[in-house]
């Protein structure tokens, strides 16, 4: 499975909302379909969209004819600032804009950009593809023989668009450890990724898995039916505060209060310093339909109203580690993660 692939100058999407059911694939020319792309969730997960983005602001750079090196980077601005509205919450997105920003200032011309462009977004991808892996290699440490995992969402290869992905990723690595494990999903509403796509993924892998509602969550870990929980994260704040699909936050506290592991596996990419505490993750807002339609049709009275939030915050009391490529992190927070970030700084640099 290859959720995201760029080849001939074109952006290649296995589409996330038709799955399980139909595996479509979106040929992408223009950057603006790459932007409606994951604003519709056809792609998301915050590494994926992190790499979807680098290849759409790639196919941007194609689309301009500005001569000029100073008018091309104008125009660019455009295109990154179409990306940067996409979606708020996901740290990665932004990760992966302030580097082609960055890729694009190095270029004399039009040309250089464009190559430019187009190099660092296949180096942010082959860059996720060895993180996600030796991130599973690292948090299968944490999981024994016989193990069963409570996740929420879905954090495997689609969530990445690499081999390997970040909560899954770990389970997956398990899994080819030899350990038997098994997962109990929850739907993840209201757009049911763990339904959809969590299943999907794991039926793909041969890794027994149980499909539970939202609400069931509390009930089997009340009743020791679950080991530890495992999640990813859309951004994590320098305190170890951690927003990821919402309803993960309730999961935390159960845990918490029953006395089991919560572990929070993401790439350095969805670490940003620069933001003190979850209380200053943006939190996106998505359509009341998701809440008040499902498959397209009403479930609500007409007249009632809905909020859709697509993320919480869980807060970092509640997490037992945070499993990155540099290693498990533990409380405290705020020196481990700042550590880790700088030493993933200093791989980073050339030579």
Known sequence: MKPIQWSGGKLRLLDQTALPHQEI????????????????LQVRGAPAIGIAAGYGIALGARSIKASSIKAFQKEMEHVLEDFAASRPTAVNLFWTINRMRRALSTADSRGEAV????????????????????LSRIGSSLIDDNCTILTHCNTGQLATGVEYGTALGVIKAAAEQGKKVSVYADETRPLLQGARLTTWELERLKIPVTLITDSMAGHFISRGKIDCVLVGADRIAANGDTAN?????????????NGIPFYVAAPLSS?????????????????????????????APQKVRAANPAFDVTPHRY??????????????????LKSAMQEGQQCRKPG
């Open 25 to 40: 694939y979106l040929e992408i020319s223009d950057y603006r379909e790459a932007v409606r792309a994951i604003k519709a």
């Open 115 to 134: 190559e430019a462009l187009e190099k660092e977004a296949r180096l942010i991808q082959r860059q996720q593809s060895a993180a996600m892996a030796v």
């Open 245 to 257: 699909k919402i309803g993960t936050y309730s999961v935390a506290v159960l845990a918490g209060e």
């Open 271 to 299: 670490i940003d310093i620069s933001i003190v505490s979850g209380d200053h993750i943006p939190i996106e807002e998505r359509g009341r339909e998701e809440v008040l339609e499902f498959q397209g049709q009403r479930i």
């Open 319 to 336: 997490i037992t580690a945070i499993v990155t490529e540099k290693g498990i992190i533990r409380p405290p927070y705020k020196r481990n």
